[in-house]
């Protein structure tokens, strides 16, 4: 079965100046232990109903959240720090793992809708939920890693691209126009904006770069739920128009692609690439709407 999938991406993908990434294989998932508050889904991996509407947060929800967001985004970046030729993805799942516990916190990703793994680490061609595995980086590779926790009843998200080693000219603008265009997005947020803000300040990026924008994958409200309203486009829209109110708080997670917006979900239920196995790159924040404006609650590089 892997040996098929090889060939027919192999068969598909001319020969590249980047690895073309598919299945690879998954170890076992790691635990958790007694002490660390567990969402509901850590056993069933199944989450709970999200909110019928989006919801304000109350100040004590927003403190709770803010911690977790600065947990998320210290985590991440120090898996950044671990980004280089010759590490697995799952060497990183495995550190991020022992970070997220030692700071007292659930991997969010561990088992929700049975997910094997701490983090998503997505590799070139993968624009998203990427299974960490024994593949080794390459040098030139483009990785996105996800991080989220649980933590004090609340959920903490973020993502972040970078190159592995020495990487073309193409590869580094497509890394840099995927953050560009999710800070130009927060920057149109605000009390009183409407969310087609975002696609349309993303939209212009990406045009701009020459990139494409996945349509498949969005933002989302985010609180003591991992994922609620309100969904955030990140193209272009005139439909996304409810009005950012502070107290809101969400993510939004935009995916750059050097080809076209179509994508492929591989055997795994997990894996999104893309259909022609060009590269893609993520930005991640989580975002509260205040009175004066925005607050990013997941700093991080």
Same mark, same amino acid.
């Not at 098929?4 to 100046?17: G, K, Q, V």
């Not at 990785?143 to 989220?148: L, P, R």
């Not at 492929?264 to 997990?270: H, M, P, R």
């Given at each position: %079965?892997?040996?098929?999938?090889?060939?027919?991406?192999?068969?598909?993908?001319?020969?590249?100046?980047y690895s073309?990434?598919g299945i690879?294989?998954?170890?076992?998932g790691? $635990?958790? /232990?007694s002490? !660390?508050i567990?969402p509901?889904?850590?056993k069933? &991996?199944?989450p709970p109903?999200?909110?019928h509407s989006?919801?304000?947060?109350?100040?004590?929800?927003?403190g709770?959240?803010?911690e977790?967001?600065?947990i998320? &985004?210290?985590?991440?970046d120090?898996v950044?720090? %671990?980004?280089?030729?010759g590490?697995s993805?799952d060497?990183?799942d495995?550190f991020a793992?022992?970070?997220? !516990?030692?700071a007292?916190?659930y991997?969010a990703?561990?088992?929700?809708r049975?997910? /094997?793994?701490s983090?998503?680490?997505?590799?070139?061609?993968v624009?998203?939920?990427?299974?960490?595995?024994?593949?080794?980086l390459?040098g030139g590779d483009i990785?996105?890693?996800?991080?989220?926790i649980?933590?004090?009843g609340?959920f903490?998200?973020?993502?972040?691209?970078v190159a592995?080693?020495? !990487?073309?000219?193409? &590869?580094h603008?497509?890394i840099?126009a995927a953050?560009k265009? $999710?800070?130009?997005a927060?920057?149109?947020?605000?009390?009183?904006?409407?969310?087609n803000?975002?696609?349309?300040?993303?939209g212009t990026?990406?045009k701009?770069?020459?990139? $494409? !924008?996945?349509?498949?994958?969005?933002?989302h409200g985010?609180?003591?739920?991992?994922?609620?309203? /309100?969904?955030v486009?990140h193209?272009?829209n005139?439909?996304n128009r409810d009005?950012m109110?502070?107290g %809101?708080?969400?993510?939004?997670?935009p995916?750059? %692609?050097e080809?076209r917006d179509?994508m492929?979900?591989?055997?795994?239920?997990?894996?999104?690439v893309?259909?022609?196995?060009?590269?893609?790159?993520?930005?991640?924040?989580?975002v509260?709407? $205040?009175? &004066?404006?925005?607050?990013?609650?997941s700093?991080?590089?």
């Open positions: %079965m892997l040996a098929s999938l090889r060939a027919r991406l192999s068969l598909r993908c001319p020969s590249r100046l073309v990434v690879d294989p998954v170890t076992e790691l $635990t958790v /232990p002490g !660390i567990l509901s889904y850590h069933n &991996g199944i109903a999200r909110p989006i919801d304000i947060k109350g100040e004590t929800e927003i709770k959240m803010r977790a967001g600065h998320t &985004g210290g985590i991440l120090r950044l720090d %671990m980004v280089q030729e590490v993805t060497e990183l495995k793992h022992s970070e997220i !516990i030692a007292g916190a991997p990703p561990l088992n929700y049975a997910f /094997p793994k983090i998503c680490t997505s590799v070139n061609n624009l998203c939920h990427g299974i960490p595995n024994t593949r080794k390459r990785i996105s890693i996800d991080v989220s649980y933590y004090k609340v903490g998200d973020c993502c972040s691209s592995v080693g020495e !990487i073309d000219v193409a &590869g603008w497509l840099t953050k265009a $999710t800070l130009a927060i920057d149109e947020c605000g009390p009183g904006s409407r969310f803000v975002i696609g349309n300040a993303i990026v990406a701009e770069k020459g990139f $494409t !924008i996945s349509k498949e994958f969005i933002g985010i609180g003591s739920y991992f994922h609620g309203l /309100p969904e486009y193209y272009p005139v439909t009005v109110r502070p %809101m708080v969400f993510t939004i997670e995916i750059l %692609m080809g179509a492929v979900i591989l055997s795994d239920g997990w894996t999104a893309s259909a022609d196995c060009k590269r893609a790159a993520q930005f991640e924040h989580t509260l709407i $205040t009175r &004066g404006g925005t607050e990013i609650l700093p991080h590089r």
